[in-house]
């Protein structure tokens, strides 16, 4: 079955962390997969290292990829697992045990070689996975989304360490993912898409800081932008006026606007809350400091900041 079209063009710098990020059906994986010659291309271009690459066999583009499931067999151990490709590729048993061993140190699995899948934790697991493509020493790795099958603590810990290793080694990275905060805190470069086409390509905070459009500005950043039209955007400039929750000053008395507090979730240092009836929008949302202490029913009074407004036309577009 052929692959969908997408309409981009991207380049990739060497060495560098991109992400691919968006909702599902997108267009991520798909294009991941062109990528690795996993799909079928039915019009443009792939070069890898200025070469086209287009027609070339995934066995020989170089590039090394890490699947969401890291399927181990049960009965091999860690270190025959690892080494599996290289084998495969009638390596020979000295640079073979080299890399394994290199492999392992890098990723903290030099004491689990002789272990068993089944006595390996889910991170553990995963570091397997990503071992058995470092020991191939590719000219990229590609991640499809690797951490959707952890639970959250090894989502964390195991970001983290993808975040290490990406440090440690050098190679280009493209990872693929529809959380946006793993996307935020690995990235050198986030890839939004939409559709099968790209929205905007920048560094992280460039994105939050300067969306381009209305699709950007509501994608990056959680809790969701606000989102007002109307009056109160037009007597700015704008078709739609976006404010992001944290950038919105709460008090009990004297903003710009009230409204009243509706659901509120509290997580300790944060505090997310639905605010009714601010003539802005049907539900506003806002991020305070946890210890804030607004309780549901609470008047309160908001002021945005000035400076940390997002102006749209009416295509939907940045206009400051």
Known sequence: MPARQLGLDLTIEDGEFTVFVGPSGCGKSTLLRLIA????VSGGQICIDSKDATDVPPARRGLAMVFQSYALYPHMRVRKKIAFPLRMAKMNRAEIDRRVEAAASVLNLTHFLDRRPGQLSGGQRQRVAIGRAIVREPAAFLFDAPLSDLDAALRVGMRLEISDL???L?????????????AMTKADRIVVLRAGHIEQVGRPLELYRTPQNLFVAGFIGAP???FIEGEAARRVGARTLGIRPEHI???TSGGERSGTVGVSEHLGSDTMFDVHGTGLAETFTVRADGEGGFNHGDRIHMTPRPDAMHRFDAAGLRTG
């Open 166 to 168: 990406h440090e440690r």
């Open 37 to 40: 010659g996993l799909e079928d």
């Open 249 to 251: 000053a709460v008090s």
């Open 224 to 226: 969701r932008m606000n």
């Open 170 to 182: 050098t190679t280009t990275k493209v990872y693929v993912t529809h959380d946006q905060v793993e």
